[in-house]
């Protein structure tokens, strides 16, 4: 006589509770279950074999999530009872369709039962059956819907339907279960971009923050919109022509942004931080550089996508060139600015700095009375010759030469005159 046990199941009918049977042996280790067999191993029968295998075959094919027919088997015993062999699955994990990649939906066998599956043990699954290229697994969430990636395609005139999705990567083999891919380019992508806008150089003290969330698609347009109201645009009259000196380059921003979006690591979770001073704006994404990769590398044009799929998705829609010409192409724009871009990395972050070119100069060349008294204006938002005299101790002719000299720098301007006068970054 059998008895349950992990390998073995006995069902006196088809409900569907078999199914949760099936996916627990295919996402473990395999067992047979025995329909028409009541919890004491007696063989009681079925009523309409025909029927009731129909009904399973049919079943297992409509209910499950990927196809598990290949790996079960059926054989008739005493034409009265069905018994369902099951094999490990080769594309674990498997699900219920109408619950999806979720513990309501995943179960696997632990001892003589069908248990759900933690989204610890679902997430190792899909890592051992897909790999470890995060785009390419398969998305924890199947409920995604994109119309931001609709509206986004459209803009840059590029078709974008059901049929396309397979060959942009956002479908697995099957064709049937979102990847990573499509969840970044959902309107539920659980990523998000931060920009921060400090008053201080030591980005300490808050004016403003946006966090932008839904498709990178989406967060790539609200982000860049938001970084362009925070590029002020200062103008001067030369001649009859006003001459416009933006803090930051348009296109510098643009690649930048880019940049953090389509190499950042996105199997940790987090946001892309961008923060904003008077000085400069620091672009830091997750994830350091690829193993073989240095910083001398990136600065030169070599590149390695982490993120391949949606690399090529930003290249179809014509947003990247081709990999690595962004970090050259922000060098060339900074190349005559006396403070150039700086780019630093560690095991788990990558950051760009983008000087503002209104406020560039070289640091080396200024004094410790110099920074001292841009501290101050950038804390307070400007300074009196008084300030300045109580700040550094110093008299009246001293501060006269130290400003004079900081504004032959490019480092303050004076606004106002006589008991009105005040100077400012």
């Given at each position: 006589?059998?008895?349950?046990?992990?390998?073995?199941?006995?069902?006196?009918?088809?409900?569907?509770?078999?199914?949760?049977?099936?996916?627990?042996?295919?996402?473990?280790?395999?067992?047979?279950?025995?329909?028409?067999?009541?919890?004491?191993?007696?063989?009681?029968?079925?009523?309409?074999?025909?029927?009731?295998?129909?009904?399973?075959?049919?079943?297992?094919?409509?209910?499950?999530?990927?196809?598990?027919?290949?790996?079960?088997?059926?054989?008739?015993?005493?034409?009265?009872?069905?018994?369902?062999?099951?094999?490990?699955?080769?594309?674990?994990?498997?699900?219920?369709?109408?619950?999806?990649?979720?513990?309501?939906?995943?179960?696997?066998?632990?001892?003589?039962?069908?248990?759900?599956?933690?989204?610890?043990?679902?997430?190792?699954?899909?890592?051992?059956?897909?790999?470890?290229?995060?785009?390419?697994?398969?998305?924890?969430?199947?409920?995604?819907?994109?119309?931001?990636?609709?509206?986004?395609?459209?803009?840059?005139?590029?078709?974008?339907?059901?049929?396309?999705?397979?060959?942009?990567?956002?479908?697995?083999?099957?064709?049937?279960?979102?990847?990573?891919?499509?969840?970044?380019?959902?309107?539920?992508?659980?990523h998000t971009t931060k920009i921060a806008v400090f008053s201080d150089s030591s980005n300490t003290k808050f004016k403003d923050s946006k966090e932008f969330r839904g498709s990178v698609l989406r967060q790539m347009e609200d982000a860049f919109s938001y970084l362009m109201l925070c590029n002020q645009n200062p103008a001067e009259l030369v001649g009859l022509r006003r001459v416009e000196h933006p803090d930051y380059p348009e296109e510098a921003l643009r690649e930048a942004l880019l940049n953090a979006i389509v190499h950042r690591d996105y199997s940790f979770s987090g946001s892309i931080i961008i923060n904003v001073n008077e000085?400069?704006?620091?672009?830091?994404?997750?994830?350091?550089?690829?193993?073989?990769?240095?910083?001398?590398?990136?600065?030169?044009?070599?590149?390695?996508?982490?993120?391949?799929?949606?690399?090529?998705?930003?290249?179809?829609?014509?947003?990247?060139?081709?990999?690595?010409?962004?970090?050259?192409?922000?060098?060339?724009?900074?190349?005559?600015?006396?403070?150039?871009?700086?780019?630093?990395?560690?095991?788990?972050?990558?950051?760009?700095?983008?000087?503002?070119?209104?406020?560039?100069?070289?640091?080396?060349?200024?004094?410790?009375?110099?920074?001292?008294?841009?501290?101050?204006?950038?804390?307070?938002?400007?300074?009196?010759?008084?300030?300045?005299?109580?700040?550094?101790?110093?008299?009246?002719?001293?501060?006269?030469?130290?400003?004079?000299?900081?504004?032959?720098?490019?480092?303050?301007?004076?606004?106002?005159?006589?008991?009105?006068?005040?100077?400012?970054?």
């Open positions: 006589m059998i008895f349950e046990s992990e390998n073995t199941e006995f069902k006196r009918q088809a409900t569907d509770e078999i199914y949760k049977e099936i996916i627990a042996f295919a996402n473990t280790d395999g067992g047979t279950i025995y329909i028409g067999i009541d919890d004491q191993g007696n063989a009681v029968g079925l009523e309409d074999v025909d029927d009731t295998y129909t009904r399973i075959t049919n079943g297992i094919r409509d209910a499950i999530l990927p196809d598990v027919t290949l790996f079960v088997r059926f054989a008739l015993q005493e034409n009265r009872v069905i018994k369902v062999e099951v094999s490990e699955g080769a594309f674990k994990p498997y699900y219920l369709k109408s619950k999806g990649l979720k513990p309501s939906g995943v179960f696997i066998r632990h001892g003589a039962s069908a248990v759900p599956a933690s989204f610890g043990q679902i997430r190792k699954m899909i890592k051992d059956s897909d790999g470890d290229v995060f785009e390419k697994m398969r998305s924890l969430n199947q409920d995604l819907s994109f119309e931001s990636a609709k509206a986004a395609f459209s803009k840059y005139g590029v078709e974008f339907s059901e049929t396309k999705y397979r060959t942009l990567g956002m479908t697995d083999a099957s064709g049937v279960t979102y990847t990573n891919l499509a969840l970044l380019l959902s309107d539920q992508c659980e000085l400069e704006t620091e672009f830091i994404s997750i994830g350091g550089l690829l193993p073989g990769l240095s910083t001398e590398d990136i600065r030169s044009g070599i590149s390695q996508p982490r993120n391949q799929y949606l690399a090529e998705i930003f290249h179809r829609l014509h947003l990247i060139e081709s990999y690595g010409t962004g970090i050259r192409r922000i060098y060339h724009l900074y190349k005559d600015c006396p403070v150039q871009p700086r780019i630093e990395v560690t095991p788990n972050a990558f950051k760009i700095v983008l000087p503002n070119l209104n406020r560039a100069v070289n640091t080396s060349e200024i004094t410790p009375q110099e920074q001292r008294i841009i501290d101050f204006i950038t804390e307070n938002g400007s300074a009196t010759d008084t300030d300045i005299q109580q700040l550094l101790q110093i008299k009246p002719t001293r501060t006269f030469a130290i400003i004079k000299q900081m504004r032959e720098k490019g480092l303050v301007k004076q606004e106002g005159r006589g008991a009105g006068k005040r100077y400012l970054l």
